[in-house]
């Protein structure tokens, strides 16, 4: 597993975020205080605090160069 600290401060930025990840078999999930969501579910991301950084879960090491420059534009 790999954790990755990301900004997702648009309702643009999370579409995309969405986008980008379902291209993967990979789990993701997104951690945030005491609440852990799929970060494939769009719906989820928005029951998140979005006004900070939040931690990103990767499950999988299969595609994980491939997976971590897509997120690239994500990081903080």
């Known amino acids: 597993m790999k954790t990755v600290r990301i900004n997702l401060s648009s309702i643009d930025k999370v579409k995309n975020f969405v986008n980008d990840i379902t ?3 990979s ?5 945030s205080g005491r609440y852990v969501i799929d970060a494939k579910s769009i719906m989820g991301i928005f029951s998140l605090d979005l006004s900070k950084p939040i931690d990103l879960n990767i499950h999988g090491d299969d595609e994980l160069d491939e997976i971590l420059e897509v997120l690239k534009k994500y990081e903080v």
Do not use: A, H, K
């Open 23 to 25: 291209r993967f078999n």
């Open 27 to 31: 789990d993701f999930d997104l951690v």
